[in-house]
């Protein structure tokens, strides 16, 4: 069964950074591209960034680029994305997701709340 498990979320203030972190467990974790995304209150789950199964190719939301990286540690069957430059409008509960061979994202962390204040 596969399991995804966030950590590393908490309140901070504007302009400081979070590195959130996303173990896996229960498939081959090098086989799987991974993502990030968040939901904020009365708003649709948003995408955040995206790699590449071996972490050579990376893809970011507008509103992210250049403020957030995404990295993966394969033998340690752990994903991370490192945010800086935070705002309030960063304010949401971030998940972690494999994407399944047919492309779309199949399995779902139960999210890390971030929260950024002004």
């Known amino acids: 069964q596969v399991q995804l498990v966030e950590s590393g979320g908490g309140l901070v203030q504007a302009g400081g950074s979070l590195r959130l972190s996303c173990a896996a467990s229960g498939r081959t974790f090098s086989n799987y591209a991974m993502g990030w995304f968040r939901q904020a209150p009365g708003k649709e789950r948003e995408f955040v960034a995206a790699?590449?199964?071996?972490?050579?190719?990376?893809y970011f939301g507008d509103s992210v680029k250049g403020r957030f990286t995404i990295s993966r540690d394969n033998a340690k069957n752990t994903l991370y994305l490192q945010m800086n430059s935070l705002k309030p409008e960063d304010t949401a509960v971030y998940y972690c997701a494999t994407k399944g061979r047919l492309g779309s994202y199949d399995y779902w962390g139960q999210g890390t709340q971030v929260t950024v204040s002004s």
């Open positions: 790699i590449s199964r071996s972490g050579g190719a990376t």
